[in-house]
């Protein structure tokens, strides 16, 4: 049986050791779901036993202590942290407690928002003027980050309203957005910079810089979601009024607040949160119940950290750590050399895990990754796993570096890899590499490009390692009895595979486009590509200058449609193609006036109903309009279908204009688009 006294000084040690590297050198070693199991066990040994419970216990903190460069604050009323919870038992348990504490007659209304994965801090405003901003710190006492949350747009310098508090304070969370972080990431590769290891460190380390410019470069922003205190006559009645009101005076509250009379709604809104979560355009790792009468949260009161009147709903974590078993070298179909990375299985964000992308050997050597390392990786949805940091003190003696192999794992052929570029890449093609082979049949069939139905990788492996098959246009001459003499394959499914190859054959042109592979030619730009060119022969002789005058086509994607067209290979496959029968129906050009919504930006929310809802974006991007996934004040139009829930709500706070799908096709139409 564990001693519980050496057990105690284990946790309090190590958890303090953590939440130094977390909150002060924002360098955490392990996710928050393995420092809440660490939490947990000592706060159970610690309500077991009371008198081991050491002074400095985390138990008895809120946060870390500020930092020496910033100025320290005192809270005039603590900033507490939530309890928290997994399960809707426990739920019913939170509220049944609230229930026994307040009388019998009173009806306790709920609220629910999404917990939002940044850093919590208190804004104080004098007369209108924002005066003071600090971060937790430990509850009681913070550190003072002013100057650099003047930086941040989303923040009010000053208050214009008539009917603001003489004093008070707000509290919320200031995040860094998931395409704001993508994008300061991108930018950090090509300046060679160190890139931040996920949005809620990128954050935290944004606010504790002692120099506000480069705060004011990172892409920080803020949700509203409190009052501390508030000095004057207006006193809120419910949590629900404090936000109408702080967004009445200009702060950015969540849109996704909701009141609820029971927690079977509330139920509802979890289970719908956790769908929409990876389309939210933040990290959230949960939800936050609140009872809503700020009446009856003052009679709740509060215990050592925690309010009674409200607990945190928290999601399968998106993190964990686990340890690296070896890294393999995998070919794609332009040839790059993409290390992998086989890990411990480790159960993450909803999945186990064993496999994580490493992108490319500068990746390598920013994460100064040695094979059995141990290291944290991260899932968010669909999203591949990525590796975000390395457990330097957890390296076994003599790891290995990972090295570049000098040949290609598929075909022996010589690796290589240009100067200016971080990607290594096989030396021949895809005649020669089978690897290659796969990957360009696979895009070829795949669903954006010709859309093949039943052509997965394990048939297509299946073909070329029978040999029916080294090129797309070989696809097009197999016949039933080649098919149905593969393994699992019987004579109705070659006559399936046969009819969806058919099927294949009408297209659009810039689905052909795109199912060639070209090298950086995306959806998008084989969409302005099909705009732009007549036909696929202008394309394949235009000049350098002719495709850099496509949409969003620069001088290296110019080169590298040129040098597609420039392949002997290349040019026979697009003829084959042809010969095959593939067609497309005719267009009209850009410069024949077809890009009506050119500078627009649409946005599609709930579901389409008679359209998928790629062709309907297709069709708009092939008319000039830019498809976004998130509503804002730039959005154009917004197509709304049955189920559109918060982007359809925003765009109606914001004026823009809403059109059902009855009138998308229309336009379509209009244009001479089929519907």
């Not at 603001?164 to 707000?170: H, L």
């Amino acid at each position: 049986m564990t001693d519980p006294v050496k057990r105690i000084e284990e946790l309090t040690r190590e958890l303090n050791y953590h939440l130094h590297r977390y909150h002060v050198l924002d360098d955490p070693e392990i996710p928050d779901v393995e420092y809440d199991a660490l939490f947990d066990e000592l706060v159970a040994l610690e309500a077991a036993n009371p008198q081991l419970a050491h002074p400095d216990s985390p138990t008895r903190r809120i946060g870390a202590t500020p930092l020496a460069g910033f100025a320290s604050v005192r809270h005039e009323v603590p900033m507490l942290s939530l309890d928290k919870t997994t399960t809707f038992e426990e739920l019913q348990a939170w509220l049944k407690r609230c229930r026994g504490r307040l009388a019998d007659t009173q009806v306790i209304d709920l609220t629910c928002e999404p917990k939002i994965d940044g850093v919590a801090v208190a804004l104080v405003y004098e007369k209108g003027l924002l005066v003071r901003a600090a971060t937790r710190g430990d509850g009681r006492t913070g550190e003072d980050i002013t100057a650099n949350v003047r930086t941040i747009g989303a923040i009010p310098l000053k208050l214009t309203a008539s009917d603001i508090p003489a004093r008070f304070e707000v509290r919320g969370e200031i995040y860094m957005s998931i395409a704001g972080f993508d994008a300061f990431n991108e930018r950090a590769v090509a300046a060679d910079e160190r890139l931040l290891i996920n949005p809620r460190n990128g954050a935290a380390g944004s606010l504790r810089q002692l120099d506000p410019r480069i705060t004011a470069s990172r892409p920080l922003t803020m949700f509203c979601y409190s009052l501390g205190w508030v000095e004057g006559d207006w006193q809120p009645q419910t949590h629900m009024e404090v936000n109408e009101r702080l967004a009445a005076w200009g702060f950015r509250v969540n849109d996704r607040l909701k009141a609820f009379p029971d927690l079977a709604g509330c139920q509802a809104y979890l289970e719908q949160l956790l769908i929409e979560r990876d389309q939210l355009g933040y990290d959230i790792d949960g939800a936050v119940i609140k009872v809503n009468s700020l009446e009856q949260q003052r009679q709740l009161g509060s215990v050592t950290r925690r309010p009674r009147w409200a607990i945190a709903y928290k999601y399968p974590a998106e993190e964990a750590t686990t340890r690296v078993l070896a890294v393999e070298f995998q070919v794609g179909r332009t040839g790059a050399i993409t290390p992998v990375a086989r890990l411990e299985p480790v159960f993450v964000g909803g999945v186990t895990v064993s496999n994580a992308t490493l992108h490319n050997m500068d990746e390598i050597t920013r994460l100064g990754l040695h094979i059995g390392d141990r290291v944290m990786i991260r899932r968010a949805g669909d999203v591949i796993p990525q590796i975000v940091s390395v457990v330097m003190n957890d390296r076994p003696a003599k790891a290995p570096e990972v090295v570049l192999p000098e040949i290609c794992p598929s075909c022996g052929s010589a690796v290589v890899r240009i100067a200016e570029e971080a990607v290594a890449r096989c030396s021949v093609g895809p005649g020669l590499c089978p690897a290659q082979a796969k990957e360009a049949i696979r895009h070829f069939a795949s669903r954006l490009a010709m859309d093949i139905e039943g052509l997965g990788d394990k048939l297509i492996e299946q073909l070329l390692e029978a040999g029916l098959i080294r090129t797309p246009v070989d696809l097009f001459s197999l016949d039933a009895d080649q098919i149905s003499g593969l393994e699992r394959m019987g004579v109705k499914s070659a006559e399936n595979l046969l009819n969806a190859l058919q099927k294949s054959k009408t297209t659009t042109f810039d689905r052909f486009i795109y199912a060639l592979g070209i090298r950086e030619v995306g959806e998008a730009t084989a969409q302005n590509a099909a705009a732009y060119f007549p036909s696929i022969e202008a394309m394949m002789t235009a000049s350098i200058e002719d495709l850099e005058a496509i949409d969003d086509v620069g001088p290296i994607v110019a080169a590298h449609i040129a040098s597609f067209f420039a392949d002997a290979d290349n040019i026979a496959m697009v003829q084959g193609l042809l010969a095959c029968g593939i067609n497309w129906p005719s267009v009209k050009t850009r410069a024949e006036g077809a890009r009506p919504l050119q500078g627009q930006t649409w946005v599609l929310t709930g579901t389409l109903e008679a359209m998928p809802r790629d062709e309907a974006k297709r069709k708009l991007m092939s008319l000039g309009a830019k498809v976004s996934g998130s509503v804002s004040a730039k959005t154009s139009q917004v197509v709304a279908g049955p189920g559109a829930g918060s982007k359809l709500t925003k765009a109606e706070s914001l004026g823009v204009a809403v059109m059902d799908e009855a009138q998308l096709f229309e336009l379509f139409k209009t244009h001479g688009l089929d519907v």
